[in-house]
């Protein structure tokens, strides 16, 4: 119990609220899946490693996500038996998700650079 409440009262509301945005989960994941095969679990693992542990993605958020953007031609899943001998369904990139993230990435390169610009000017006001 006392683990929960810890990992709990680690949690970092403005990482968990970024991270809960689906519309920068789609990006991630598109580009996890850009630079490496990936399946699922392994997908959830990187977000959580990302966060440093500050959100944990549950399989109930993180596969419709992934069916989602196979559904729209984004990814695309094939089942594999690698060497843990259980079938997974690895996601790998399309051409066409390629072009979208190439298209996302630089939309939030720019969102990025803006709020940045935002907390820099936060940080020297008085309360």
């Known amino acids: 119990m006392d683990d929960k409440k810890s990992k709990k009262d680690s949690k970092n509301l ?14 991630y994941i598109l580009r996890l899946v850009y630079k490496d095969e990936l399946y699922g679990e392994e997908i959830a693992k990187k977000l959580e490693e990302l966060t440093k542990s500050m959100w ?16 729209n031609g984004l990814i695309k899943g094939e089942w594999t038996v690698g060497n843990s001998k259980h079938p ?8 066409e ?23 820099k000017s936060l940080e020297g006001r008085k309360e």
């Open 56 to 71: 944990e993605p549950n399989p109930g958020f993180i596969y419709p996500m992934l069916k989602k953007l196979s559904k």
């Open 14 to 27: 403005f990482v968990t609220s970024f991270f809960g945005s689906k519309e920068f989960l789609y990006f």
């Open 88 to 95: 997974r369904l690895v996601y790998r990139i399309t051409e």
């Open 97 to 119: 998700g390629e072009e979208y993230y190439k298209k996302l990435e630089q939309e939030w390169k720019k969102d990025l650079k803006e709020f940045i610009e935002i907390l």
